[in-house]
């Protein structure tokens, strides 16, 4: 035999003429072989690093066809040949049972060089198959469970992350991801090993050592500076990276993804095709947060030309508002808030949150905040401008929207809202105290006979008005009611403060990661106290409290 086999063979005989002669031809032949002289020995050294077993079936401690049965029973070795010999059971009943007891070859003594090598070699060539299709298997779930991630990504930083620690999961090798952002920022994540921490780095440094022909190998020592800090990580450098570039619609490079090869172990044809399907994925995500940045710029820029510009001021209603955005590469909602004068002393306070999170939300949002405000300068009474509203929404759009509408005298503190739907307001006394204006109506949008009813309330001088949409508040995981009577208990402790600090206290609170737009509009009445007399009831006939 001619051909040169390879493999590591362990061969189980008690007899050590018989195993010396089967480990000379194996060893000839090119394997490595491991000997054992008893059934327990065999079992010791039995692992997931052998391709093959040759046992005799006659062993001094454990029968053969039992050796062969644990073999087969432990979920490291299930898939390992073994080969019976045997000298004495040579009969077609013994050949029989050890075949159907796990063995998966069965030859008698004396045995054929050229069969018995034969034999084994087709043995290892099998578990190097199923070997290889298990690792295929193993690297395809990998594959798609690193792939996920990047597919939800919402920012350059989580994509960066995600593709280093997909690709090393995947390889089992260092990785490097790069990300353009925007503005010229580059994000560099790398992750050494998926049980090592990530490391990473933004900065305006120009992408460097990714090739914009293609894939390309980049020799260790050639990495560009902007590497060098996140690689000094590393208790041993690669001898090289594979690396593949990303690139826009124009050709300009703006990432890439860049693994670790050594020369101890090439990449091989397979790790070449993750990596490839890795960057793939990675490059339609960078797409991807391009599209969304660009589309939130746009409604952000309508939201805020569609926010009022300048809000009532010198007046015995002090007022302030801040509207935050969400997280960079969310898509903006329809949050709003107004606050406008409508004569005879009266001004009107306005918050509300249009369904959903799209150019479209923000569109529909200054189309309602439009037309509720001209609803309320005609005249109209809260409970009837938002009915009104209601009917534009149901015939014009298919969106619900919550709101609440605040109508304030001036000359006396008095208040008159309608909630449809929204959060309830929070009013802050000047004496330390806070509760919520309970009492909603339905949300607009929604078809319904019953009339839309409003409340009223007396504010005292240093009172403050606090209205805020859901954004603030709602976190995963935790409870709006919770959230609220945090809320309730923090502007508790800021009762007199001005609204200006009291909108920026409230948002440095909640300031947890919101995954919302936030609207926040604080009103504080500083007029002269109202004689007792004069004093209306708080709540409006059918509002509840």
Not at 398 to 418: K, N
Request: hydrophobic share 45%; net charge negative; aromatic share 4%.
């Amino acid at each position: 035999m001619t051909e040169t086999m390879t493999g590591t063979v362990l061969v189980v005989d008690d007899t050590p003429a018989h195993r010396y002669v089967m480990t000379s031809w194996l060893r000839r032949a090119g394997f490595t072989v491991v000997e054992a002289g008893t059934g327990s020995e065999a079992l010791a050294l039995s692992g997931p690093d052998l391709d093959a077993v040759v046992l005799d079936v006659n062993l001094p401690d454990i029968p053969g066809t039992e050796v062969c049965a644990r073999i087969k029973a432990a979920e490291e070795t299930a898939h390992l040949p073994v080969l019976h010999v045997s000298a004495t059971s040579t009969d077609v009943a013994s050949r029989t049972a050890g075949l159907e007891q796990g063995a998966d070859a069965y030859l008698v003594e004396p045995l054929d060089r050229g069969e018995f090598l034969a034999t084994v070699g087709v043995l290892c060539r099998t578990h190097e198959a199923h070997r290889d299709a298990d690792r295929a298997a193993q690297r395809m779930e990998r594959l798609s469970a690193a792939l996920v991630p990047l597919h939800r990504a919402r920012s350059y930083d989580r994509l960066a992350d995600d593709a280093a620690v997909g690709a090393s999961q995947v390889l089992g090798r260092p990785a490097l991801a790069i990300a353009g952002v925007e503005h010229e920022d580059v994000v560099r994540a790398l992750c050494v090993r998926t049980d090592a921490p990530l490391v990473r780095s933004r900065s305006r440094d120009p992408i460097t050592g990714l090739d914009p022909a293609g894939p390309s190998v980049l020799a260790g020592s050639a990495v560009p500076p902007t590497w060098r800090d996140l690689l000094a990580r590393m208790d041993r450098q690669p001898s090289g990276w594979y690396t593949t570039v990303l690139t826009d619609s124009s050709g300009a490079v703006v990432g890439g993804l860049a693994v670790g090869v050594d020369d101890r172990e090439p990449l091989r044809s397979e790790d070449v095709d993750a990596v490839h399907r890795l960057s793939e994925a990675m490059s339609v995500a960078l797409s991807n947060l391009r599209s969304f940045a660009e589309e939130h710029r746009v409604a952000l820029a309508l939201q805020s030309a569609m926010l009022p510009g300048a809000l009532p001021a010198g007046g015995p209603l002090e007022i302030a508002a801040r509207y935050v955005a969400a997280d960079e590469m969310l898509a903006v909602g329809g949050d709003f808030y107004d606050a406008f004068e409508l004569g005879e002393g009266r001004t009107a306070l306005v918050i509300g949150d249009v369904q959903g999170h799209s150019l479209r939300a923000a569109t529909v949002m200054g189309q309602l905040r439009t037309a509720l405000r001209a609803y309320l300068i005609e005249g109209h009474p809260p409970a009837r401008a938002t009915e009104l509203l209601n009917v534009l929404l149901r015939r014009s759009h298919p969106e619900f929207v919550t709101a609440c509408v605040c109508v304030v005298d001036t000359a006396t503190g008095r208040l008159e809202m309608v909630n449809a739907g929204h959060l309830p307001p929070l009013l802050v006394g000047a004496d330390g105290t806070a509760r919520f204006l309970r009492g909603t109506t339905r949300l607009l949008g929604m078809d319904a006979d019953e009339p839309r009813t409003s409340r009223t309330e007396q504010l005292r001088p240093g009172d403050t008005l606090l209205l805020v949409t859901d954004g603030l508040v709602e976190r995963r995981g935790v409870s709006l009611r919770h959230n609220l009577g945090v809320l309730e208990s923090v502007t508790a402790g800021l009762a007199g403060t001005d609204p200006q600090e009291l909108c920026d206290a409230v948002l440095r609170h909640f300031d947890d990661g919101h995954e919302d737009d936030v609207a926040v509009l604080a009103a504080r009445w500083v007029g002269p106290p109202v004689p007792v007399a004069e004093v209306q009831s708080p709540v409006m006939a059918g509002t509840g409290s």
